[in-house]
């Protein structure tokens, strides 16, 4: 049967139902028969007509006669896990819902952000630098795709990317703006180039400015995906359990002994099923403290990703840097070609041209249409709505006991109530708190040691943890300033004022103001 909440089947039967006599005893099992084939947990023939001596039950045990069988419990305790697996995945399936689209959402738009960065770029050498914009293509093609591959996960360096792609530029700039011939340099004499580039820096310090950009900036936006994909992975961890025997045990108990004394109605009292749930779901409550630090730290980090840290401003003007690099090329072009004549020698040349520019940019255009939207939403604006919906489930892995009993399993408040054994007005027993060390006077359910899967899943939330607060930003030790008295936001200690070494000043071709729109993921 399509999973349906057991609630709503059981009240289809309640007319018929048959009420149990009050010393506990049922006149007939028809309705225990009925559920039990309602719920598909086998067939008429597997439930007694009428109650029996239950001298073969482990667990659902009593003085009075039972409809129950050991074939009938065994049935029962596989559908009780099944039970409270289903309530935690639907208790976590709107949290796991807002993550797991903004992940998706996030991870398409910086490809969209990255296409366009390079689209911007190639365009430049069309428009202004035509003769090398073939060769030129090549190398911007490169880069970005080591750009994506960085962001995405990829162990590289930003700053090999940087010195690789200028590298690999410079050869086509010596030959085609600083020496110009009609033919190409040959293989050899560009390696020299690429070699020497570091050494005769004909770039002037706009590498160096670019690896302090994208180091600021892609290295955020790279912890932050990983991020949102562990805590997916968190909560796919505490949707799948693996419940202990004696856990398993009581979950039986607690939702299907009832049923052995003809009692399909009856729930438990909320003090019952609070220790029974909290005794169960104690190694999960530990995850409550990491959570939260989890959220926190994303926060922290989403507010500071403003100015030299933010990723979209720096990919859409680094056309603009590259445009003042090749400008300082031809500025200082002679002293370069006497640098390099010392080194490499004059040019050689081969017997081939370098077609000229044949970048499409109709077929870039497309791309900006997916961005339009009615309203405007840079990365900034759509993370901070992000946060503000995440961090209502700040405390969701503290209070989940206590979700599970209040919407699903527990019978409300002065309603008779099942307590384990018997139908009564209240529940008596102590009722312990959440997490390992309060279950020691757990009087439903007995934990021991600990869970190496959660053990697993709160080590790699400390990590991130580590990674959102700035401890992978070494040169930046005020990464972690908070909120001061004099007033200042953590975006303004961190980031400052924004001038234009730090990139946020246009320059060269013109500065592309944010205008970038996010794909359109739907927010809860």
């Known amino acids: 049967m399509e999973a349906r909440s057991l609630s709503v089947l059981l009240l289809l039967l ?63 305790q596989t559908a009780a896990k099944q039970d ?41 050498f069309c428009n202004a630098y035509r003769n090398m914009a073939a060769e030129a293509a090549t190398r911007v093609q490169e880069f970005f795709t080591d750009i994506a591959l960085y962001i995405f996960g990829t162990d590289i360096s930003t700053k090999e990317c940087v010195n690789r792609f200028f590298d690999n530029l410079f050869p086509v700039v010596y030959n085609h703006m600083i020496n110009p011939g009609l033919t190409d340099v ?28 994208m180091g600021r900036s892609l290295l955020p936006s790279r912890n932050f995906l990983q991020a949102l994909n562990l805590g997916i992975e968190v909560i796919n961890t505490t949707d799948h359990l693996h419940f202990s025997k004696d856990c398993s045990r009581a979950l039986l108990r607690m939702q299907y002994c009832p049923h052995c004394q003809g009692l399909i109605l009856s729930k438990p009292c909320m003090g019952y099923c609070l220790n029974v749930i909290r005794g169960c779901l104690a190694y999960v ?133 099942w307590n384990g054994e018997d139908v009564v007005k209240s529940y008596t027993h102590h009722v312990v708190g959440s997490g390992i060390k309060a279950q020691a006077g757990n009087p439903e359910v007995r934990v021991k040691g600990t869970d190496p899967v959660i053990n697993q899943i709160i080590d790699k939330l400390k990590h991130i943890i580590q990674l959102l607060r700035g401890k992978s930003f070494p040169k930046y030790d005020n990464w972690d300033l908070r909120q001061t008295g004099s007033g200042g936001s953590v975006d303004e200690q961190i980031s400052g004022v924004c001038d234009d070494e730090d990139g946020c000043g246009g320059s060269g071709s013109g500065e592309v103001k944010r205008v970038l729109k996010i794909t359109d993921y739907g927010l809860l």
């Open 14 to 76: 309640a007319a018929a139902a048959t009420p149990a006599p009050r010393d506990g005893e049922p006149r007939s099992c028809e309705a225990v028969r009925k559920v039990f084939q309602l719920r598909q947990l086998g067939s008429f023939r597997g439930v007694p007509e009428f109650p029996r001596a239950g001298v073969d039950l482990q667990v659902c045990t009593s003085k009075n006669p039972t409809c129950c069988t050991k074939k009938m419990e065994e049935r029962y």
């Open 84 to 124: 409270i697996q289903q309530v935690l995945q639907t208790s976590s399936a709107t949290l796991k819902f807002l993550i797991s689209r903004n992940a998706a959402a996030f991870q398409e738009t910086f490809e969209m952000l990255i296409k366009l960065a390079e689209n911007y770029t190639s365009t430049l």
């Open 186 to 213: 040959t293989l050899e004499y560009a390696e020299c180039l690429q070699m020497v580039r570091r050494d005769i820096r004909p770039f002037g310090d706009i590498p160096e400015k670019v690896i302090r950009q």
């Open 285 to 417: 409550a530990e995850v409550d403290l990491h959570w939260q630090g989890y959220i926190q730290s994303l926060e922290e980090l989403s507010s500071a990703m403003h100015g030299t840290y933010d990723v979209e401003h720096v990919l859409l003007n680094f056309h603009s840097l590259v445009n003042d690099a090749l400008m300082q090329a031809r500025v200082n072009g002679p002293e370069l070609t006497e640098q390099v004549n010392k080194v490499c020698g004059p040019p050689v040349r081969k017997p081939t041209q370098s077609p000229h520019c044949s970048f499409d940019r109709n077929k870039y255009s497309q791309g900006l249409k997916m961005f339009s939207r009615d309203v405007e939403e840079t990365l900034a604006s759509r993370r901070k709505e992000f946060i503000s919906h995440l961090r209502l489930y700040r405390a969701f892995y503290g209070g989940l006991a206590d979700q599970l009993c209040g919407n699903e399993l527990a019978a409300a408040d002065d309603i008779p109530c």
